[in-house]
């Protein structure tokens, strides 16, 4: 093994040393056909090819080296092995072609130079990707690590809140169910870091089937009323131009979809304030289901629309609460892995606006077959 690294190492080494004999190889032959022709022939214009040659595989030094050889040689053979006299276009000519060589010299030196930093930028953002990914793991890790404590002591607390340790007062009872929320909110807030990092790497796994959207907002809706009605925050559903109800119908994954309403009604109801009201449209279009969640908060700055969706985002607006910027991130994942687009704006005179739409699924059309009529005995 160290003697195949010697000899790597000792290939290297030589590598340069085998280009700076090809480029004064090249020169040579320049050399040669430029003091064996009368100076009106200018030759040093193939000087570039070595200068070009020793930019892109020798030293700045040796580059520098050879781009003043090539034109110290151009501009010798005014006087040198020159029967003929001299004449103001071959000077002329001549201090074009070392201009020209000067030129290219420079020109070269600043490409090495632009190459150079692109190359170290490049690594610099390779180590910080590296940097990205070994923490995204760690997180991933510790975040996995985190739920097994988490759930063996939500099942203990529910055991103390069937009384398998004993009787539990009153006041004993609410201190469990206080600890027990605690407890799975943060297990909830572990299994959305989780569910987003999978997501990035693996990309969202859908189960998809028929689902309406307006019964799986007023299944989340029923599931989130005690937590409304506990901010005194009035929910309420609206049918586009009509209230009379009715479905709509889209291909999605039901699990994914209700995390979305979650996640929205979980964010207006956060951001208002008591006495407020938070309207749910539902409303179909030529080509997509449309939802919208309308809150009467503090709305957003306009600035930060465009980052509401992003990871960790959190914002500095003066609405009422702010959350781990997970979840609307985890809600942009699952609408645009079902072909949807979620957004956000503020409404007149007050308060947000948080909407996506879907494509719309017609619902398969059933054929009732009657059967024959039996037989009457004769």
Known sequence: MNSSRLFQNTQSHQTPHQWFWLAMGLMAVIFVLEFSTPSEFIFGYLY????????????????????????????????????????????ANR?????????????????RSFQETIAYQQKQIEANQALMRLREDFTFT??????????????TLKAFQDK????????????????????????????????????????????????????????TVSILLDLAASRRVHLSFHHGDTQIRKSLWVNGDRLQLQRVFTNLLMNAINHSRRGDRIEILLES????????????????PPDELCHLFERFYQGQSNRQAKGTGLGLYLSRQIITAHGGTIWAENRVPSGALFGFKLPLCSLPEVTYVHPAPENSPG
């Open 48 to 91: 570039t090819v070595p200068i070009l040659l020793a930019s892109a595989r020798l030293r700045r030094r040796r580059t520098a080296q050879i781009a003043i050889v090539a034109i110290a040689l151009t501009l010798l053979n005014l006087w040198v092995l020159t029967p003929a006299p001299i004449t103001l276009a071959t000077v």
């Open 95 to 111: 201090s074009i072609a070392a201009t020209a060589l000067l030129v290219i010299g420079l020109l070269s030196d600043r490409n």
């Open 142 to 155: 510790l975040t996995h690590d985190l739920k097994t404590p988490l759930l063996g002591a939500i099942e």
């Open 164 to 219: 398998q340790f004993g009787q539990v007062s009153a006041a004993q009872h609410q201190v469990l169910n206080t600890m027990t929320r605690s407890h799975q909110t943060s297990l909830q807030l572990l299994n959305t870091l989780l569910d987003v990092y999978r997501n990035d790497e693996e990309g969202l796994h859908l189960d998809l089937t028929l689902v309406d959207l307006t019964a799986l907002a007023e299944e």
């Open 285 to 300: 279009q030529t080509s997509y289901q449309v939802v919208k969640i309308l809150d009467m908060g503090f709305g957003i």
